[in-house]
């Protein structure tokens, strides 16, 4: 059965931005969505933090081929390095605002960014059937150049989001119409 997963960036919950709307659409209908919330702040959150929860999921048989998986923010370059160093392939993997090796945002949240990183990103297009690639051109986090090159690494698909800024609550993004036809 088809499974979804919602997760958020840094310092980030499963209760923030357009999480909560995209939970109940994709519940709405009747499929199964998980928003779990992973170790955030210094000190908390780092790539083998945030693994130990993923791995949990997955040795529940949660992260398989029939899953797909939503990531905002940090998330999308944490989900491309779990799958890729676990091996594990799903479905599809819808990245919004994701980045790599991007350091300059400020000090906190480059402490907690920086394990996350990793050197193969285009590995991961060998564990997802589709990869499509949310960004705007705006963005006041990450360099829109540094998004669209994340992008063009690994996207079977890219979606620009005028003046989108990071596609969150603070740009208005309650809830994210346009990502629906991509579930």
Known sequence: MDNYFIIHGSFGSPFGNWFPWLHDYIEAEGKEVYVPQFPVGV???NYNNWSKLL????DLGLVNE???IVAHSIAPVFVSKFLTENKIKVK???FVCGF???LGINEEYDSVNESMYFDNLEDVKNYANEIICFYSDNDPYVRYDVEKDFAGKIATEQVVIPNGGH???ETGFKTFEDIIKYL
């Open 43 to 45: 000190g908390y959150q």
């Open 55 to 58: 791995k949990y999921y997955r």
């Open 66 to 68: 029939n899953t797909t």
């Open 92 to 94: 599809k993997l819808i």
């Open 100 to 102: 790599n090796n991007y």
């Open 167 to 169: 596609i969150n609550a």
